[in-house]
């Protein structure tokens, strides 16, 4: 079993700054891929950034140049630096990992959730 945990979301005014962060934890050997989704009022679950282990990283339109991921893998954690926020970038923030756990098993977990909005 591997389990996600978010922190870090709120209320914060159009044009301002807010940090996500996901710390995994359990039964983890390495984590391939971890990212963030959200998903907006009415609308599907999207992407919007990803990092790979290989250093690579992967953004959503919508959000490049404003949002920033990172990892601590020794840490198996990841964080979402996002500024210049706009009110549609309000929703439900998701945490993904992807990974292989210590017996060798292919994981994939999801975090329960952290809301983001923004709104003056």
């Known amino acids: 079993q591997v389990q996600l945990v978010e922190s870090g979301g709120g209320l914060v005014q159009p044009g301002g700054s807010l940090s996500l962060s996901c710390a995994a934890s359990?039964?983890?050997?390495?984590?391939?891929?971890i990212g963030w989704f959200r998903q907006a009022p009415g609308k599907e679950r999207e992407l919007a950034a990803a990092?790979?282990?290989?250093?690579?990283?992967n953004y959503a339109d919508s959000v490049k140049g404003r949002f920033t991921i990172s990892r601590d893998n020794p840490k198996n954690t990841a964080t979402l630096q996002m500024s210049s926020l706009k009110p549609e970038d309000t929703g439900v923030y998701y945490c993904?990992?992807?990974?292989?756990?210590?017996?060798?098993?292919?994981?994939?977990?999801w975090g329960q959730g952290i809301q983001v909005t923004v709104s003056s």
């Open positions: 993904n990992a992807i990974g292989r756990t210590l017996v060798g098993a292919t994981f994939r977990s």
């Open positions: 359990g039964s983890i050997l390495s984590i391939n891929v």
């Open positions: 990092s790979s282990s290989a250093g690579s990283t």
